[in-house]
């Protein structure tokens, strides 16, 4: 009797822990959040584990089919599934973004290695998945913390030493070469061989924060054996505004310029990234001089350059769906930053809707403008990061049933002197 009492005790209590469950899992279903969701496959990008950003990304399309972000979430859908080495998953998100979002800014970030997959998959060429790499994402997700730390570090200091000793080879034979190349030239054109030049740009490539003036130093080394005059000249894409400039006296402008042998001149490659650029826009900066006693004696050097700026969205969202005359409504506003920097400076400003009284605000300082407005600022936003703020209104007495109820935002960049507006989901009049 003992031990079916026991047994009976046992059934109880795990009948009363299935309620439990039943009773939570509605609620923690409703707190599932698209700016969270996709802030969460954002991170786990950066972090490199791609099979829980494309679990996170279509968590987020699944359950928010029309969410405001579903622009960045196929970008990096696309970008994680050629990162896990499912390359038909990644032609099919680039193409699906690529089509829904033909005039979109955020298409001149996109690797050429994703547009070929998308057109091989339109081509309707079967896309192979790249095994090595979905083994190492596999690995990501399954291994323990300590197993994968000791993994990743073996793996990064293979990598290295690969790396080390590519490099190595590769500069080996480049001196090689070039010391043949001299020689030849020597023999045949004695005159033009004496012309030595050498453009140094330290780095393969920078990045340079959007709006702002940067300076890229080079130096230039007179390796011959005489005194040179050299024309300089940097071409870029027009918007840049590039120049050489002196490094010792910066207003100065370097175009022809005289170097005993051995000389060395060190100068500024001064630009301006212009304002419009999204984050990871590209392009490319290249140096030439050119002898003054020789025009087909030159010397070149490239540089890359990656533009660094914030890419703020807004996603606004009612309290309820729908609202009678006379009720009070919430809505919540959520800002995110989905770029390389910081956001600074930043001003939101919500627009209520015209049947809607505004009632107070929280999450932040705010002021009310004579239009009616209520203006939050926010000093600063982190890449990877959301601010949150709550607005509560009326719904006036004389709103017309069935009528829909948008709160607009306006996110203005003041730093980059940028706004965008966004628009919340529609909360819709009923009548009493």
């Known amino acids: 009797m003992r031990h079916r009492s026991r047994t009976a005790c046992l059934m109880t209590i795990m009948a009363g822990l299935m309620l439990l469950s039943l009773a939570t899992t509605p609620c923690l279903a409703m707190e599932l959040d698209d700016s969270n969701l996709f802030v969460e496959a954002f991170n786990a990008y950066q972090k490199k584990d791609y099979l829980l950003a494309i679990d996170k990304v279509n968590q987020l399309t699944q359950i928010f089919p029309d969410s405001p972000l579903r622009d960045l979430?196929?970008?990096?859908l696309a970008r994680a599934g050629l990162k896990s080495?499912?390359?038909?998953?990644?032609?099919?998100?680039i193409n699906q973004f690529t089509t829904e979002y033909t005039d979109n800014s955020l298409k001149t970030t996109v690797e050429e290695e994703l547009l070929a997959l998308g057109a091989r998959r339109k081509n309707g060429e079967k896309l192979p998945p790249n095994k090595q790499l979905q083994a190492s994402a596999l690995k990501v997700r399954n291994d323990q913390l300590a197993l994968e730390r000791a993994a990743a570090l073996k793996a990064e200091q293979e990598r290295l030493a690969r790396e080390k000793a590519e490099r190595e080879r590769i500069a080996a034979a480049k001196a090689e070469a070039e010391r043949k190349e001299r020689e030849r030239i020597a023999a045949e054109?004695?005159?033009?061989?004496a012309i030595k030049l050498a453009i140094a740009i330290p780095g393969d490539s920078r990045q340079l924060e959007v709006g702002k003036k940067g300076l890229i130093p080079f130096e230039i080394s007179n390796t011959g054996t005489g005194r040179e005059e050299f024309l300089l000249a940097v071409s870029a894409p027009t918007e840049y505004a590039v120049a050489l400039t002196s490094a010792d006296r910066p207003g100065?402008?370097?175009e022809r310029v005289a170097l005993a042998a051995g000389e060395k001149?060190?100068?500024?490659i001064a630009t301006q990234i212009p304002f419009d650029k999204v984050d990871g826009s590209k392009a490319q900066f290249h140096v030439r001089a050119v002898s003054a006693k020789y025009g087909d004696v030159s010397f070149a050097k490239d540089t890359a350059i990656t533009a660094s700026a914030p890419l703020v969205r807004a996603v606004a969202k009612p309290q309820k769906t729908k609202v009678a005359p006379g009720e009070p409504l919430g809505y919540r506003v959520t800002v995110l930053n989905a770029g390389s920097i910081a956001a600074r400076d930043l001003t939101l400003r919500t627009v209520m809707p015209a049947q809607a009284e505004f009632i107070?605000?929280?999450?932040a300082d705010y002021r009310r403008e004579a239009d009616g407005s209520v203006v939050f600022t926010l000093p600063s936003l982190e890449m990877g990061r959301l601010a949150e703020f709550n607005l509560n209104v009326k719904v006036r007495d004389t709103?017309?049933?069935?009528?829909e109820l948008r709160l607009q935002v306006e996110v203005v960049n003041n730093s980059?002197?940028?706004k965008n507006t966004f628009a919340s989901a529609a909360a819709v009049v009923q009548a009493k």
């Open 73 to 76: 979430s196929l970008l990096l």
């Open 416 to 418: 980059l002197q940028l």
């Open 265 to 268: 001149l060190k100068g500024n």
């Open 252 to 254: 100065e402008l370097l």
């Open 85 to 93: 080495g499912d390359n038909e998953l990644a032609a099919r998100a």
């Open 399 to 403: 709103a017309s049933e069935k009528q």
């Open 360 to 363: 107070d605000a929280a999450g």
């Open 189 to 193: 054109k004695a005159a033009k061989a």
